[in-house]
């Protein structure tokens, strides 16, 4: 057998694939689509005769064993070609239905219908033994639900083309011949679909070592019960959709007395509900999984049943109303079903495994096939038994779709037990359906899949970062192993948006850690730290000494993010060492995030040191305001100080008398025993934070620290700053002063609240 397919050489064949389905998809509308049905009706065909036609596209699927004996013998390819052209030549009967009308006999018509039909189904199910195989290969590599849901949009955008052409021609009330002509049309397209398909390349079944006997499929397949569970659930939805689909032609002929062409017409709409499923699925599949979308087109199919249980029986007269309730019933019906089992056969692939697909495909095709044409045959005759006990048409159909309501509910039932095979819970599926946020990004990762050129990925990454989805993160991890360092730094600034990152995404940041020092590694690192990724922290420690000083101040800011309280003092230990102000300003800020008072006194011993840079200085006092939990505070009060360095005194006094004035609207004159001790506080504050900033005296504030209560200033703060206050080196320092300031204010402040409280 042929091996996998290399890119260019499945491109072409998917190209060729592509072409077959268009006439594949033309040659069935113009043979066994409504129109085969309508023809029968015009020849007053039984409920039970329509109920046999339609049950004959589900009985080819029993003609799969032989196909099977074949394939052992005959490559498959050929096998598919032989079969489908001879399928379509089977139909030529047909064309002989004219003549047999003109000569009376409407028996013989009907009979060359059905005889027509059989051979049709019959071939076409013999050549179906490749069709599993064909698409496996087709649809080989990521995009693999995507391309198996766009043939079912080419199929639907061709059937609604069909079905428009077929009603055009066919009017109201057409003569016999024109069915003969379109039948010639679809005899064509099936031959040269035929002879395309035979070009395809012979596909790698896997399976043709252990081959199975028929029985034995069914042993294996239900041995496992992922599979039974799955088959179970299919025998349900396609004898649901076989009735639904089928009958709701004859429910708008039989029930409201429309004619060919409209019929035709509302074949049209159901084509478009066909084409807006597999587009729907197309964007989602790939990034939702399959399971929740074949529950949702079970449930759209329900709702779409529902009016048919309700409609009025005095509405029937009113031609709107008819035609615009058909029109939606047409739609949502083959939205419903045809989305159900294209998605079906999609979780079927996903399912199997590559060994078993041949037999497996076998057993699908088989109970497909029994199933649809047990629910078509036997709503026929149901509608019979009805007509012979004097059911009205309408209560019948109410009563038919009523069962089929019936038994969806139970499908979705035990759809909700199938296996996930990587889907989102439904929930989760729900929420992406609804959610703008996650449409906008799939529609990015669709663009970024397809994109060509390095400028356009770097702006789609960025804008991915602008609509963080969890959707996207397995496209942005394979963007960050991309060869061009600007994609991968995109790549990892839109993971960082993410609000959580699964074993994957982890993995292969700590990968990046440690192969990708001076480019990337510095990224992860932050990303890493900001997700709380603690499997990171042994990577991180050792990566503090790295020489790429980048990675080394991520990595030291992550472990403060990751609580790594034991590694703080090492880090101490490095920014007492290094010379280099980038690295020291990372293992700063470092400290204000790990907020603990022990690193006080390594941040003021910066501040001693000669000449620290101006940015190196306001980060010291950021991280220090970070410790003593004022930093959104002090933040708006450095920056004003920052704009005009003049104003320190008058800021630093401005706090100060704030917070007296605070205090005293707080209390006045009340309870003077009993606040004495913070009333003198009060007071003496706004006189000692004047002389350690005017005349850099910091005696009496050094004393107002020592004062506070240890219920409301921590005592290892207070000696520290109280400390730095007299120090003599410091005292120059004007964004220290602003912070202890700020600080004794701050606290005279919680001390209000404390005593108000």
Request: glycine share 8%; hydrophobic share 50%.
């Amino acid at each position: 057998m042929a091996g996998t397919l290399s890119p260019y050489r499945l491109a072409k064949a998917r190209d060729l694939y592509n072409m077959f389905n268009v006439f594949n998809s033309l040659s069935w509308q113009f043979l066994v689509g409504p129109i085969i049905i309508l023809l029968a009706m015009r020849l007053n065909a039984s409920s039970t005769v329509i109920g046999l036609i339609n049950a004959m596209v589900y009985m080819a699927f029993f003609f799969l064993p032989l196909g099977k004996m074949l394939a052992g013998k005959i490559p498959i390819i050929k096998i598919y070609g032989a079969a489908w052209i001879t399928r379509a030549v089977g139909m030529s009967p047909v064309l002989l239905v004219p003549s047999a009308v003109s000569a009376g006999r409407l028996d013989t018509a009907v009979a060359l219908i059905v005889l027509g039909v059989f051979i049709f189904h019959a071939t076409r199910g013999i050549g179906m033994i490749a069709n599993n195989p064909v698409l496996d290969q087709m649809a080989a590599g990521p995009d693999r639900g995507s391309y198996m849901t766009q043939i079912q949009i080419i199929n639907s955008a061709v059937t609604m083309f069909a079905s428009f052409a077929i009603a055009v021609v066919l009017g109201r009330d057409p003569p016999l011949v024109l069915y003969a002509v379109l039948i010639a049309t679809g005899i064509a397209g099936g031959v040269t679909s035929g002879i395309m398909v035979l070009k395809l390349p012979e596909p790698e079944t896997n399976g043709g070592n252990r081959s199975m006997s028929f029985f034995g499929i069914f042993r294996e397949a239900f041995a496992r019960p992922p599979i039974k569970h799955f088959i179970i659930v299919l025998v349900q939805v396609i004898f649901v959709s076989g009735i639904a689909r089928a009958f709701i032609t004859v429910y708008a002929r039989e029930v409201f007395n429309q004619g060919d062409g409209m019929v035709s017409l509302y074949s049209v709409f159901g084509g478009m509900g066909n084409l807006m499923i597999g587009l729907l699925i197309k964007f989602l599949v790939d990034r939702i999984g399959v399971k929740p979308i074949y529950i949702v087109c079970t449930i759209i199919s329900l709702a779409g049943m529902i009016p048919i249980i309700f409609f009025p029986a005095s509405a029937i007269e009113n031609t709107v109303t008819v035609v615009l309730y058909l029109t939606c019933m047409f739609f949502i019906l083959n939205f419903g079903f045809l989305g159900a089992e294209g998605i079906a056969q999609t979780y079927f692939l996903a399912l199997v495994p590559a060994g078993l697909m041949m037999d497996m495909g076998i057993l699908y095709f088989f109970m497909f096939g029994v199933s649809g044409a047990a629910g078509s045959f036997m709503a026929g005759i149901l509608l019979d038994m009805f007509a012979g006990f004097g059911v009205s048409t309408f209560i019948s159909y109410k009563i038919l779709y009523g069962i089929l309501i019936a038994i969806t509910i139970v499908t979705l039932i035990l759809q909700k037990k199938l296996a996930p095979l990587g889907s989102l819970p439904f929930r989760g599926a729900l929420e992406v359906m609804f959610s703008p946020r996650d449409l906008k990004a799939i529609t990015l990762l669709e663009k970024l899949d397809k994109s060509q050129d390095t400028r356009e990925e770097e702006a789609l990454l960025e804008a991915l970062h602008d609509t963080p989805s969890m959707l996207s993160l397995t496209g942005l991890l394979n963007r960050a192993r991309s060869p061009r360092l600007t994609v991968r730094q995109e790549s990892l600034r839109a993971l960082g948006a993410l609000r959580t990152l699964n074993e994957d995404a982890e993995k292969a940041l700590m990968a990046d850690l440690i192969n990708n020092p001076y480019t990337t590694a510095y990224y992860s690192a932050r990303i890493l730290g900001t997700h709380g990724c603690t499997a990171a922290i042994p990577v991180l420690r050792e990566l503090v000494s790295s020489e790429d000083y980048m990675l080394a101040g991520e990595a030291m800011i992550a472990l403060a993010r990751l609580k790594d309280e034991g590694f703080r003092p090492r880090i101490e230990e490095i920014i007492a060492d290094t010379d280099n102000p980038r690295l020291k300003i990372m293992g700063v800020e470092a400290f204000g995030i790990y907020r603990s008072s022990k690193s006080l006194s390594t941040l003021l011993e910066i501040l001693r040191g000669a000449d620290p840079p101006p940015y190196l200085r306001d980060q010291v006092v950021l991280s220090m305001a970070s410790i003593l939990d004022t930093q959104n505070q002090f933040y708006q009060l450095l920056v004003r100080f920052l704009d005009d360095e003049s104003l320190a005194v008058t800021l630093a006094m401005d706090e100060a008398e704030s917070a007296v004035e605070f205090y005293n609207a707080a209390f006045g004159r009340r309870k003077k025993s009993v606040l004495a001790g913070s009333g003198r506080q009060a007071k003496m504050l706004q006189t000692a934070v004047s002389a350690y900033v005017r005349d850099h005296n910091g005696a009496l504030l050094s004393r107002w620290i020592l004062e506070l209560p240890e219920e409301i200033a921590d005592t290892q703060v207070s000696i520290i700053l109280s400390e730095a206050a007299l120090d003599d080196e410091l005292i120059s320092h004007r964004r220290l002063q602003l912070l202890i300031a700020h600080w004794t204010a701050w606290e005279l402040r919680v001390w209000t609240r404390h005593l108000k409280g």
